[in-house]
C-alpha cells in the first residue's frame, strides 16, 4: 500500500541546475499538490492539480512548473534552480480536494548551492 | 484574506498536564478547518477535522465561530504527543485549497 511517493528523497543541486521532483500515487485521486515547507513559514502551496491535463498556481509558484498527463503522477519541474528554493518539498493527494483528507509523501529535501 | 494563524511556533509542556495549542483563521462563509501533525521522522498525517467532531489520540477540538478559532487541546499530554501540528483551512472559490498556519512544535517533557 504506497500510498504518495516522491523521488528523490534527499538532493543537491547547483544554481542554475534543473530538475524534476517525482510524485505519483495509487490512490486513483483526483487531486494532487505540491508544498514547500520551511522554517517558520509552514507549508505553502506551490501548485496544484485538479484532475489530469488539469493546474493551477498556488502561493509561490514562481520558478516551478507542473504537468499532469495521468492521473497517477504530478511532477515538479525547476527550471534553473536558485539558493532561495533550498526547502523540503511535500506532494499530496487527495481524493477530490474538498473536505476529504490529504495524503503525503515522504517530502524530498532539496539544497541549492 | 483567508487565512490561519498559528501565534505559538514552540510549546512546551510536562507529561500529564494539560495542552492548547492555539489556531485561528480569517475566512468569510463556513469554515471547513483540519488538525495535521508530523512526527519525527514521519510523513505529515490528518489529525483530525472539524466536521467529523472525533476525538483522536485523546485531542479534541472545537470550532468556535465567534473567536474564529479551531483550538486543538489534550486534557493529560503524552511523551509521543511531541511533533509539529499544523491548523489548515479548505479555501473555496474556483478549485478548492489547503491553506496551512505556520505550524506550532510541541515538546512533552518526561
Known amino acids: 500500500n504506497a500510498g504518495v511517493t516522491q523521488t528523490p528523497k534527499f538532493q543537491v543541486l547547483k544554481t542554475g541546475q534543473s530538475m524534476t521532483l517525482q510524485c505519483a500515487q495509487d490512490m486513483n485521486h483526483e487531486y494532487m499538490s505540491w508544498y514547500r515547507q520551511d522554517p517558520g513559514m509552514g507549508l505553502r502551496l506551490i501548485h496544484y492539480s485538479v484532475g489530469a491535463g488539469i493546474t493551477d498556481q498556488g502561493e509561490v509558484p514562481n520558478g516551478y512548473n507542473v504537468s499532469r498527463s495521468t492521473t497517477e503522477d504530478f511532477p515538479l519541474r525547476l527550471l534553473s534552480a536558485a539558493p532561495s528554493q533550498t526547502s523540503v518539498y511535500f506532494c499530496?493527494?487527495?481524493?477530490?480536494?474538498?473536505?476529504?483528507?490529504?495524503?503525503f509523501g515522504q517530502g524530498t529535501r532539496l539544497t541549492v548551492v | 484574506a483567508q487565512r490561519v494563524t498559528q501565534p505559538e511556533k514552540l510549546l512546551s509542556v510536562f507529561k500529564g498536564a494539560p495542552v492548547e495549542l492555539k489556531c485561528n483563521y480569517s475566512y468569510s462563509g463556513s469554515p471547513e478547518l483540519f488538525w495535521y501533525v508530523q512526527y519525527s521522522r514521519q510523513r505529515l498525517q490528518l489529525l483530525l477535522r472539524?466536521?467529523s467532531r472525533e476525538s483522536i489520540k485523546g485531542f479534541t477540538a472545537d470550532l468556535n465561530k465567534g473567536e474564529t478559532s479551531f483550538h486543538l487541546k489534550k486534557p493529560f499530554a503524552q511523551e509521543e504527543d511531541s511533533a509539529m501540528y499544523y491548523c489548515?483551512?479548505?479555501?473555496?472559490?474556483?478549485?478548492?485549497?489547503?491553506?496551512f498556519g505556520k505550524g506550532t512544535k510541541l515538546t512533552v517533557n518526561p
Open positions: 499530496a493527494s487527495s481524493r477530490d480536494g474538498g473536505n476529504t483528507e490529504a495524503f
Open positions: 489548515a483551512l479548505l479555501r473555496r472559490g474556483g478549485s478548492e485549497k489547503l491553506v
Open positions: 472539524h466536521i
